[in-house]
């Protein structure tokens, strides 16, 4: 059999995809270096790391902005130096999660050596697998946090500190019982680690299958999402989108339930259902509207049934807002009591920041559940979405975000000065060249300015939608040179 290294160092024969993985690494290590020795005073190795995964996935080849899948080990390989630092880290903690209850041990030893006036340090010792316990968490641990403090107390003994042994034999008893309690313990916790494990994936599921991620296009239209609960480790709450293609063009919805968190989650389930049917049924977006209507109406009905006497049931509700962008990209939208979402364009050139904009200024319809809607609904408001601009749709969560101090989060600054573009065009790097975030980059921006701003702590869930119209401008089609046909040229020829 023939011998090779990890990355293709070998005499003899090397599988065809061993060797282009290894290869694909090394181009990418390569790149990222070169691309580390160019780059400008002051610009940070995040953004040249990004510049390398550009260059080395083979996205972005051309000006029209196509965009071919990556190649995951290239895509593992620019993100080598960071993924190494992490795994340093952990493989440190780990280390020192080890070494401190031999640190205890020794420091016990050392008080008891150099103590004098008869004070007894050595019943410390019974601690050590009790602090294994807490840094490591493994029975291992635990045993050898025992076998330091048996071996610290035989140190003390042979020294000759101890004369007495029944002292001696008392603290000894007391580290056996800690490391049985301890090894109990940390059994017990793997277990329920384990337990806890299970749960996670379990609801992950019912959560993704519930606000199911979305693709990266729909149609003509680059979509991107992102999403926080105001619940602690829950991944969804009281606020609701999606996006579908269907055959009267794409259409999304984003909405926000009353209340907030986990108590939200079956109105959400109730409102995402009818709009993923409705949307490929009705032909008008009026219809899909209706539908939303009586299925929110039939689900506060069985969820509040007659005599319900508390006092929320008169007040659930939803707001919504509806979109629908054609074939020939103009867009409808009918809003019921949603915040109007954000049209986005490039700033001045060369600034790398965008111009934001509310997209409208119409009166919207009440929200759902509150009243019964109009009669005649009004016409659908019409927005402006021409190629290369973007819309930002957004919950109230994510304006009305508070600090420490009660200072709104400033969302509109926030999204002009993302440094990405509608078509994610990244300050300095050339309006030429698209990278490969776009509204996916944009929505991250907003996401960990939420996170900054707050520290983790919301008060209600927030929820942003970016759709982005993809076709090219007409001014930025390059004809194809003209080919001569076969009989001019031999014509030519002749």
Same mark, same amino acid.
């Given at each position: 059999m023939a011998h090779f290294g990890a990355c293709g160092a070998s005499t003899g024969y090397i599988h065809p995809i061993v060797w282009s993985k290894c290869g694909t690494w090394r181009a990418g290590r390569r790149q990222w270096r070169q691309s580390r020795d160019r780059r400008a005073p002051g610009e940070s190795n995040r953004s040249v790391a990004r510049e390398g995964a550009i260059a080395v996935n083979g996205i972005c080849t051309d000006k029209a902005g196509s965009t071919p899948a990556p190649s995951h080990a290239a895509a593992r390989a620019v993100g080598i130096p960071a993924a190494s630092r992490a795994r340093s880290r952990r493989r440190a903690r780990r280390v020192l999660a080890y070494a401190l209850p031999g640190l205890w041990a020794l420091a016990v030893l050392g008080w008891q050596c150099t103590t004098l006036g008869g004070l007894c340090f050595a019943p410390l010792l019974a601690a050590t697998p009790v602090i294994a316990c807490a840094c490591t968490? /493994?029975? &291992?641990? #635990? *045993?050898?946090?025992?076998? $330091? !403090?048996?071996?610290?107390?035989?140190? *003390? @003994?042979? @020294?000759?500190?101890? %004369?007495? &042994? /029944? +002292?001696? #034999?008392?603290? %000894? !008893? @007391?580290?056996?019982? =800690? #490391?049985? @309690?301890? $090894?109990?313990?940390?059994?017990?916790r793997a277990r329920l680690k384990r337990e806890l494990l299970r749960a996670r994936r379990a609801a992950a599921a019912a959560q993704e299958a519930l606000l199911r991620p979305l693709p990266p296009s729909v149609g003509e239209l680059e979509v991107a999402a992102s999403h926080l609960s105001a619940t602690r480790g829950a991944a969804l709450g009281g606020d609701l989108y999606d996006v579908a293609a269907t055959p009267y063009g794409v259409r999304a919805v984003i909405g926000d339930v009353r209340g907030h968190g986990l108590a939200a989650v079956s109105t959400v389930a109730t409102l995402l259902g009818v709009f993923r049917e409705a949307a490929h049924? %009705?032909?008008?977006?009026? =219809?899909?509207?209706?539908?939303?209507? +009586?299925?929110?109406? /039939?689900?506060?009905? %069985? /969820?509040?049934?007659v005599g319900d006497e508390l006092p929320d049931a008169a007040e659930e509700f939803a707001t919504v807002l509806l979109l629908e962008v054609r074939d020939d990209g103009t867009a409808l939208a009918l809003n019921c009591g949603h915040p109007w979402p954000y049209r986005l364009r490039p700033g001045p050139a060369g600034s790398g920041m965008l111009r934001a904009q509310p997209a409208a200024e119409a009166e919207p319809m009440p929200p759902l559940g509150l009243f019964p809607l109009p009669a005649p609904l009004p016409r659908p408001t019409r927005l402006e979405l021409p190629p290369g601009d973007a819309l930002f749709l957004y919950t109230d969560g994510a304006e009305d975000a508070r600090d420490a101090a009660g200072r709104y989060f400033p969302l509109a600054r926030t999204l002009t000065r993302a440094g990405t573009g509608p078509g994610g065009v990244r300050a300095g790097a050339g309006a030429d060249r698209a990278a490969c975030g776009g509204p996916a980059a944009l929505a991250d921006s907003v996401r960990a300015g939420l996170l900054r701003h707050t520290r983790g702590r919301l008060s209600d869930d927030a929820a942003v939608l970016v759709l982005r119209n993809a076709r090219a401008p007409a001014s930025t089609a390059v004809a194809a040179p003209r080919q001569p046909v076969a009989g001019q040229a031999a014509g030519r020829r002749g």
């Open positions: 968490g /493994r029975r &291992p641990g #635990v *045993l050898l946090g025992g076998s $330091y !403090a048996l071996l610290a107390l035989v140190a *003390l @003994a042979g @020294a000759g500190l101890y %004369e007495t &042994p /029944r +002292r001696w #034999v008392g603290i %000894e !008893a @007391a580290i056996l019982i =800690g #490391v049985a @309690a301890s $090894y109990f313990a940390a059994g017990r049924d %009705e032909a008008e977006l009026a =219809g899909v509207l209706h539908r939303l209507d +009586r299925g929110l109406s /039939r689900h506060l009905r %069985e /969820r509040h049934p």
